[in-house]
């Protein structure tokens, strides 16, 4: 039987009657709030940076293989879609999905405004789950590879910016060579993403046209996006394809391709950390002052116990089990109200934001088990090392002036 833990069980159970009480549920609602902070912390850096990754990665794929080339360019030049290493890498665990694609510069024209953008050709095996959740009016087009439609979907921002609405016609213009040449469309599908970056540039159409703007043979394309399981596997996965697609191709990760948006997701994460920092602190000086209490409001029993042939360690561990108990019950109610307020912001979006800053409509949350767990093995951790000193104190009480406290 551990007579430490027994004897810190039944302290707790009789806490009820002592002027120690309000200073332990003072203790309890500080921990408890310091670890709703730091769960909500998390969960909201989380789902931003997961939300910002999703729309770069639904603009561009995790990885692009194009043709190489020595001096950098918008437009890629051409490569043969049906190569020979795609079957291979199509088995390559973690690669989810392959699609073409080709991009051509251009401007839009009204009737008194014009806009440049890029039109994005994708064909008939283009992934649309991202643009599908994205699109707020409309459809997406369903291009094949047999014939050729003009059908188009832009960004609200661009419809907004240039008057244009559900199935208006768009005219396009392009330079080929040294002749600009026109295309009409049709809108049929409004998308909206949040990123200004992105939805005042893409307008997404069939890659046929492009193929014959640039007068391309039947099976070149820009590029291919690959898709993967997990982006945290991204730069294993990008070495892995460009090691297998020859010295006549590169593979270039979206982190390479937008590495300043990357970098500042990156830097997101010191904000979080200086909150971790400061709650862990507040939660921690607030335990030592509540021990410490403890210890003062038990002097009588410490004597008592070291008089009965009980070593200063033991003592200790009573102390510190008790204090155990204490983060055990904050960290429970903290846990509940950090679960709590996530599930109502992923339910309903109580929480809005300005998206013309914060790319997104409403304050995002993304809850990852591992993350939670450290959390709180982190915050017990911490909090019981930084009473191990203050503990001490235990050891300078005489039991003869103990048992005369009163």
């Known amino acids: 039987m551990n007579t430490e833990l027994f004897i810190a069980k039944r302290m707790v159970a009789q806490n009820k009657a002592n002027f120690s009480r309000p200073i332990v549920i003072i203790a309890i609602l500080s921990i408890a709030l310091g670890l709703s902070v730091m769960f909500l912390s998390i969960a909201i850096l989380s789902g931003f940076q997961k939300e910002i990754r999703e ?9 692009q293989v194009t043709g190489f080339e020595e001096n950098q360019s918008f437009e ?16 390559l665990k973690g690669i989810k999905h392959i699609q073409s694609f080709a991009i051509k510069a ?17 064909g008939s095996d283009f992934d649309w789950s991202f643009f599908d959740s994205k699109i707020k009016e409309g459809r997406h087009f369903q291009p094949t590879d047999s014939s050729r439609t003009d059908e188009v979907i832009i960004s609200r921002k661009l419809c907004n910016l240039l008057n244009v609405n559900l199935n208006d ?46 007068n391309w ?19 294993e996965l990008g070495r892995a394809v460009y090691q297998s697609i020859g ?6 990760t979206i982190k390479q391709l937008y590495p300043q948006i990357f970098d500042w997701l990156a830097l997101q994460d010191m904000n979080v950390l200086i909150i971790l920092i400061l709650m862990i602190l507040v939660a921690g000086i607030t335990m030592i002052s509540t021990l410490l209490i403890l210890i003062l409001e038990r002097t009588h029993t410490i004597g008592i116990l070291k008089a009965l042939g009980m070593d200063n360690r033991s003592v200790r561990k009573i102390f510190l089990y008790q204090s155990v108990f204490i983060i055990g019950f904050g960290m429970l109610f903290g846990n509940m109200v950090g679960f709590g307020l996530s599930f109502l ?6 929480a809005t934001l300005p998206q013309e800053s914060y790319y997104m409509a409403v304050v995002p949350i993304h ?20 009473l191990i000193i203050p503990s001490m104190i235990i050891t300078r009480i005489s039991p003869i002036k103990a048992i005369r406290f009163n």
Not at 76 to 91: C, H, M, T, V
Not at 372 to 379: E, S, V, Y
Request: one cysteine or more; hydrophobic letters at 45%.
């Open 55 to 63: 729309k770069v990665i639904g603009f561009g794929g995790h990885i």
């Open 76 to 91: 890629p030049k051409p490569i043969k879609e049906n190569q020979e290493f795609l079957p291979a890498l199509k088995n």
């Open 106 to 122: 251009g401007i839009i024209k009204t009737d008194d405004l014009i806009q440049g953008v890029v039109l994005k050709g994708v």
């Open 169 to 214: 016609d768009l005219r396009m213009y392009f330079i080929a060579g040294n002749t600009v040449l026109g295309r009409k469309f049709n809108v049929v599908g409004i998308y909206e993403t949040g990123l200004e970056e992105f939805d005042n540039m893409y307008v997404l159409g069939d890659i046929h046209h492009i193929r014959r703007l640039n």
């Open 217 to 235: 043979e039947p099976g070149d394309v820009g590029g291919l996006e690959i898709i993967i399981d997990d982006f945290y596997q991204i730069e």
């Open 247 to 252: 010295f006549s191709l590169d593979a270039t």
């Open 345 to 350: 912001q992923q339910q309903f979006g109580l």
């Open 367 to 386: 809850l990852e088990g591992w993350n939670i767990l450290l959390l709180n093995l982190g915050t017990l951790a911490v909090c019981y090392l930084m």
